[in-house]
């Protein structure tokens, strides 16, 4: 059976940016149009780490992060900026993860996250980190096979970092946008799971399809609870001789489809392993 291509993605959204401006405005920082660049106003900042770190924030708003990151570094760097060390650590991480730079923006949220874990931006740098490994997950292009049949390790990073950050931020302001993200990555892998199922048709490894669509329902059933796929898994179970898996799928495909298309024939085929199991049971005594 040949997979249906996936859309191409539209991933990659520069998540930072937009957060970039809530974090500055819950800091007490205005954000005005200067040309064609968006300058923070430093109007009323008195101390040279204030100072600093919104000229930072200048700086990385306008996509100037070698820049930004010097003047984070010397924020973060100084003992008497303690104040502002962590946003601006905090930044030093947007910095990275505005360049693509995911694996070393991970390890500074992931810092962030272990040391300052009474801070208000701890959700923020949680769900920066999933983002990460989000935009790091196989991607397709004109050039490239389908994306689940590329390896999904770095996939199943993201679907656990999601989840984890969902689990604990539940009701944050970025919990709408790693549900989006969540059920991107779990498509993902539900397709890789059936991609696998068809190289192994191909290849009358009935028990190895079977195996892969069961796990492909079990571990996305809102995607793999249809009717054609349970079926296609007692089918699966049957021609690898395996009755007892297939009786079980069989029994699975009518408590869900009651009225479904294969009705009969399931209770049929049903009907014949009860009776050759019956059968058994009585040549053995």
């Given at each position: 059976?040949?997979?249906?291509?996936?859309?191409?993605?539209?991933?990659?959204?520069?998540?930072?940016?937009?957060?970039?401006?809530?974090?500055?405005?819950?800091?007490?920082?205005?954000?005005?149009?200067?040309?064609?660049?968006?300058?923070?106003?430093?109007?009323g900042i008195q101390d040279s780490a204030r100072r600093s770190y919104y000229e930072g924030m200048g700086e990385l708003v306008d996509g100037n992060y070698i820049a930004a990151t010097q003047l984070f570094q010397d924020v973060a760097r100084s003992p008497r900026y303690v104040r502002f060390a962590a946003l601006a650590k905090l930044r030093i991480g947007d910095a990275l993860y505005l360049q693509d730079r995911y694996q070393e923006a991970t390890e500074l949220y992931r810092s962030f996250a272990s040391q300052y874990k009474s801070d208000p931006n701890l959700p923020y740098a949680r769900f920066q980190v999933a983002a990460c490994y989000y935009n790091r997950v196989p991607s397709e292009w004109f050039a490239?096979?389908?994306?689940?049949?590329?390896?999904?390790?770095?996939?199943?990073?993201?679907?656990?970092?999601?989840?984890?950050?969902?689990?604990?931020f539940p009701t944050s302001r970025f919990a709408p946008r790693a549900r989006s993200m969540l059920g991107e990555v779990r498509q993902m892998l539900f397709e890789a799971e059936l991609f696998a199922a068809d190289f192994y048709e191909r290849r009358d490894r009935w028990r190895a399809v079977a195996w892969r669509l069961d796990r492909?329902?079990?571990?996305?059933?809102?995607?793999?609870?249809?009717?054609?796929?349970?079926?296609?898994m007692a089918d699966a179970y049957a021609r690898s001789g395996d009755e007892a898996q297939a009786a079980k799928a069989y029994g699975l495909y009518l408590k869900s489809f009651p009225e479904g298309?294969?009705?009969?024939?399931?209770?049929?085929r049903m009907e014949k392993i009860r009776q050759r199991l019956d059968s058994d049971d009585h040549g053995r005594t």
């Open positions: 059976m040949t997979r249906t291509p996936l859309p191409p993605t539209t991933r990659r959204p520069r998540l930072a940016r937009i957060a970039l401006v809530a974090l500055a405005t819950w800091a007490g920082v205005g954000v005005a149009a200067c040309g064609s660049a968006n300058r923070i106003n430093p109007e490239s096979p389908p994306a689940y049949e590329m390896d999904q390790s770095l996939t199943y990073q993201a679907e656990a970092e999601l989840k984890g950050f969902l689990d604990t492909a329902i079990d571990n996305y059933p809102e995607l793999g609870l249809k009717e054609p796929l349970v079926w296609r298309e294969h009705k009969h024939e399931v209770k049929a």
